[in-house]
């Protein structure tokens, strides 16, 4: 657990940071407000590039394991989605919902704790999920278009979710980067170093942000948050280990990536999705707050059980 704690902790720390500050009055609503801003149009798809960019197709083709940790994220999607739309028949709501359960903090925690669990070829595997996390945002996103514009006829919410998938910098930064690493050109160093402390602040931000939000809408976490962190926390990697470990009987190590990354608490994109749509985020920063504290637990264990595998 001391290992998980070292890892999950900057995570807890920096939503607390935000959180006393919003409380002491440092940083007021408007800060919170303009470090969102930042975070969805500026840092985030820096970080999104960055990582597309310097990715190579074929360290990502692993058809046993996309298969695995892909069907995990959208068998605990649908589920949640589902349930959710049966509570309250928002579409939009619900898929907020379902991204929050399946949406692993890749990125910043799964690649130091794939490492530490499985050493340098834990790296591959960790790089792998993060890209299918960004197809996930995806799906989710064009679900979110879908509920919103659901009050117009068939080919205007077409076009319209076309039009908001094609402006959405979330979405796009990834891509962007995917092309330009599948060509030979070499990004102008003081421009690559731009976008490099841009992507930097991503997370930082990110998390500050989320503990300004519980500041402001102070509140016991909705029961509806337990759900969904459980949902994060437990049934995603078991579902992760029967796909590629009796399913699919996939090498022990890449059962164990699988396994620790489905794992993983939920990251800060959806609570970022959430603020580009300017929609209700109080469950999803509980989530985040939820599972990121929960991981320690649950983590210690999927790490200890993968050392055994």
């Known amino acids: 657990m001391f290992y998980v704690f070292n890892v999950v902790f900057p995570v807890f720390a920096l939503i ?16 919170s407000i ?31 394991f996309i298969t695995a940790f892909f069907l995990s994220c959208l068998i605990v999607f649908i589920l949640v989605l589902v349930i959710s739309w049966m509570r309250n028949r928002d579409l939009a709501a619900a898929s907020f919902s379902g991204l929050s359960a399946s949406y692993s903090n890749t990125g910043y925690m799964g690649i130091p704790l794939c490492v530490l669990a499985l050493g340098q070829d834990g790296l591959a595997p960790a790089i792998i999920s993060t890209f299918i996390v960004f197809v996930m945002f995806a799906l989710a996103t064009i679900l979110i278009e879908i509920g919103i514009q659901s009050h117009k006829k068939s080919h205007e919410i077409v076009w319209n ?42 997370t930082p931000c990110a998390l500050v942000s ?23 926390l437990v049934i995603q990697p078991l579902v992760a280990w029967l796909i590629a470990g009796p399913l699919l009987d996939l090498p022990a ?29 109080r469950i999803i920063s509980r989530v985040v707050l939820l599972s990121t504290i929960g991981s320690l637990l649950t983590l210690s264990l999927f790490l200890w ?5």
């Not at 607390?16 to 800060?31: D, F, M, Q």
């Not at 798809?45 to 360290?59: E, G, H, K, R």
């Not at 039009?163 to 092309?179: D, E, H, M, R, Y």
């Open 34 to 64: 303009e470090l969102n801003r930042f975070v969805v149009w500026l840092a985030l798809p820096a970080q999104l590039f960055n990582f597309a960019s310097s990715s190579s197709w074929q360290t990502l083709w692993q058809p046993g």
């Open 305 to 309: 059980w993968s050392k055994g595998v």
């Open 253 to 281: 190590l890449w059962v164990g990536a699988v396994v620790i990354l489905a794992a993983l608490p939920t990251g800060t994109g959806p609570f970022m999705l959430a603020q580009y749509y300017n929609a209700d985020s």
């Open 161 to 202: 979710v076309l039009k908001s998938l094609c402006t959405n910098p979330l979405l796009i930064a990834p891509v962007v980067g995917l092309l330009w690493s599948s060509t030979d050109l070499v990004l102008y160093d003081p421009l690559a170093q731009v976008i490099s402390f841009l992507a930097a602040a991503a």
């Open 16 to 31: 607390l940071i935000g959180y006393i500050c919003g409380r002491t009055g440092k940083l007021g609503e408007s800060a």
């Open 210 to 232: 989320i503990g300004l939000f519980l500041m402001q809408k102070g509140q016991s976490a909705p029961q509806q948050a337990w759900g969904i962190s459980f949902a994060k």
